[in-house]
Structures are given as structure tokens and as C-alpha cells.
């Protein structure tokens, strides 16, 4: 039992290259996320997708896209990478629906844009 | 979606009860409180949450006032192990846009 798992880890890129950061859960949660860090400060969303075949923008929406694949997967895209996008990204889950929601998270992946 | 505020940073002597205070004076009747810690970048664990009334389990306190607009978390054994950003949340049924403020910044020291 995994839990959340995303890839790459460590990510560099040149500015303009495109990319795509990949997530996967494996609790059968309904409800996935994805975050960014930038250093010193919180978490702040990103996308997310409440259920299978929805997706909804978070906070920080633009420059990115996502695509819920199915059930276990949710991909965050950047199509032409910015400076501005170095951060570290963090996928996350939950069971969706409830009162009670408890989230789960990947370890990250740590993308540089020169 | 309420707002939390906590203090910036705080220390904790080793085997000591770290006590952290979170004001969310705008919380609504059906938001709960969480808490989740983060560890050197790694991804934000939970730690417990509560509605109103005081919450125990294997890792922590939460004690809640009867207002609700305030919660401590309290880490009764502080271990260097504890050191971590710790966050506060609110949050209600259904409310997915769930960021993550600067939080707590605990360092326990020997």
C-alpha cells in the first residue's frame, strides 16, 4: 500500500519547455489535489478534482492544466515553463464527500525552471 | 472558508508538553479544525481534527474553546523527532479549496 506517489522527484527544465508531473493513489480516494510550495511559506492549491471526471481551479491555477485520468491518477501539466513555477509540487488525496476529510500526501517533487 | 492565524515560530525543550495556539474567530458551525505537521519538505501529515469538543489520540491533543474561535494542539511529549511546520485548518463539508497557510514553525530542542 503506496499511498499517494508522484514522479518525477526532481525536476529541471529550461524556460519554455513543457512538462507534465505525475500522481497516483492507490486508497481508492475520490478526491485528489495539487499544491505548490514556494520556499518559507504554505501550501497553496493549485487544481483540484473533487470526484472521477471533474476538475476545478484552486488558488494558483494559471500556467498549469491537469487531467484526472481516472479514479487513481491526476497529472498537472505545465505547458510552457516559467522562473515564476520553481517551487515544489505536492499531490494529495482524499476520501471526497464528507464532513470529515482527511488528506494524504505524495512526497513531492522538487522542479526547477532555469 | 474561515482564516487561521498562528504564531510564526516557537521552541519547545525536549520531553516537555509543546502547547500551539490557533485563533479562527470567523469559523462557521459546520467547519472543522485540523491539524497536520510537515517535516523538512516533506508532504504535510494529519495529525487530528475536532468539531467542539476535545480530541485525543496517539499523537496529539486538541482542545477546543467553547466559542470555538481559538484551538490549542498539544504534543504532550516534545521529541527532536517533533520538529516540523505545523498547520491549522478549518475547513467544512465539502470545501475542497483547502491552502495551507505559513503555519507554525516548532523547533524542539535537546
Known amino acids: 500500500n503506496a499511498g499517494v506517489t508522484q514522479t518525477p522527484k526532481f525536476q529541471v527544465l529550461k524556460t519554455g519547455q513543457s512538462m507534465t508531473l505525475q500522481c497516483a493513489q492507490d486508497?481508492?480516494?475520490?478526491?485528489m489535489y495539487w499544491y505548490r510550495q514556494d520556499p518559507g511559506m504554505g501550501l497553496r492549491l493549485i487544481y483540484y478534482?473533487?470526484?472521477?471526471?471533474?476538475?476545478d481551479k484552486g488558488e494558483v491555477p494559471n500556467g498549469y492544466n491537469v487531467s484526472r485520468l481516472n479514479k487513481r491518477e491526476f497529472s498537472l501539466r505545465l505547458e510552457s515553463a516559467a522562473p515564476s513555477q520553481t517551487s515544489v509540487y505536492f499531490c494529495?488525496?482524499?476520501?471526497?464527500?464528507?464532513?470529515?476529510?482527511?488528506?494524504?500526501f505524495g512526497s513531492g517533487t522538487q522542479l526547477s525552471v532555469l | 472558508d474561515a482564516k487561521t492565524t498562528q504564531p510564526t515560530s516557537m521552541d519547545c525543550a525536549e520531553g516537555r508538553a509543546a502547547n500551539l495556539p490557533c485563533n479562527h474567530s470567523?469559523?462557521?458551525?459546520?467547519?472543522?479544525v485540523y491539524w497536520y505537521r510537515q517535516i523538512h519538505s516533506q508532504g504535510p501529515q494529519y495529525i487530528i481534527h475536532?468539531?467542539?469538543n476535545n480530541e485525543t489520540n496517539e499523537m496529539a491533543s486538541l482542545i477546543i474553546t467553547e466559542d470555538r474561535k481559538s484551538s490549542t494542539l498539544i504534543l504532550p511529549h516534545a521529541t527532536l523527532r517533533d520538529t516540523a511546520v505545523y498547520y491549522c485548518?478549518?475547513?467544512?463539508?465539502?470545501?475542497?479549496?483547502?491552502?495551507f497557510g505559513a503555519g507554525t514553525t516548532v523547533t524542539v530542542r535537546a
Open positions: 494529495a488525496s482524499s476520501e471526497g464527500g464528507g464532513y470529515y476529510e482527511k488528506l494524504f
Open positions: 486508497m481508492n480516494h475520490n478526491s
Open positions: 478534482s473533487a470526484s472521477e471526471g471533474t476538475t
Open positions: 470567523t469559523i462557521s458551525g459546520n467547519e472543522y
Open positions: 475536532g468539531l467542539k
Open positions: 485548518i478549518v475547513r467544512g463539508s465539502n470545501d475542497y479549496k483547502l491552502s
